[in-house]
């Protein structure tokens, strides 16, 4: 594949093609076997998508745009199929550091402010508010203004959001990852007994696990 700024790529659950958008929000799809392109498409959006994830499947772009809105675009059409405005509002601290380093990959940012995950076979999306890059200002012990966590979870088949619960609001917060369509690995604190398998939608605990790090 001729090119050097991909933003992120996958291969398909069938491993017969190979799909991956680029900085820019260039969308590609390759078939393995011949080697050859089958789709490109330029992405356009109005706002800003500073943070982005592509469905495994190829079909969906999660965003996160600079007002802090959400949206699903379908790379088979280039249009916005599902936006929620005001999904997160960042405080002033953090306008400051979205603006100037919001979206990176490198270094500090790599994780970003947000995270986005899919299920495996790309039928729901998660976004949330990581625990990376938070403020906190508070006066005489009063606060007055930080970092809050925010949860949206989308059926991308409906294109509507659906009702979450148990632990997820604090797993989603931290690194974790879909290990099939109605379970996720990841954790609820920093402390490695923490770590579990959890239901997805309902977010209840189905075993215990001991592990830590900064990505799954």
């Not at 990176?104 to 947000?114: N, R, V, Y």
């Not at 899919?118 to 990581?130: A, I, N, T």
């Not at 690995?185 to 592990?211: C, H, I, M, Q, Y």
């Amino acid at each position: 594949v001729p090119e050097d700024n991909i933003r992120v790529a996958h291969f398909t659950p069938d491993n017969r093609e190979l799909v991956f958008v680029t900085d820019d929000l260039r969308f590609e799809r390759w078939n393995v076997e011949s080697g050859k392109s089958v789709s490109i498409r330029e992405v356009i959006v109005r706002a800003s998508c500073l943070e982005n994830e592509l469905s495994p499947d190829g079909n969906f772009i999660a965003c996160v745009d600079g007002e802090g809105s959400i949206s699903l675009i379908d790379t088979r059409t280039g249009k916005r199929s599902y936006r929620k405005e005001k999904f997160y509002e960042f405080d002033f601290l953090e306008v400051l550091l979205w603006r100037t380093g919001g979206g990176s990959t490198d270094g500090d940012l790599a994780t970003g402010f947000f995270r986005l995950e899919f299920s495996p076979d790309s039928k729901y999306v998660l976004f949330s508010r990581s625990n990376k890059h938070r403020s906190m200002v508070s006066i005489d012990g009063m606060r007055i203004a930080g970092s809050r966590n925010s949860l949206a979870a989308v059926d991308t088949a409906t294109m509507k959001e659906i009702s979450i619960g148990g632990e997820l609001t604090k797993i989603s917060t931290r690194p974790y990852t879909f290990i099939s369509p109605d379970t996720i690995l990841g954790s609820t604190e920093s402390k490695l007994e923490s770590a579990g398998v959890f239901s997805f939608p309902g977010g209840k605990r189905l075993s215990n696990l001991s592990f830590g790090g900064e990505a799954i």
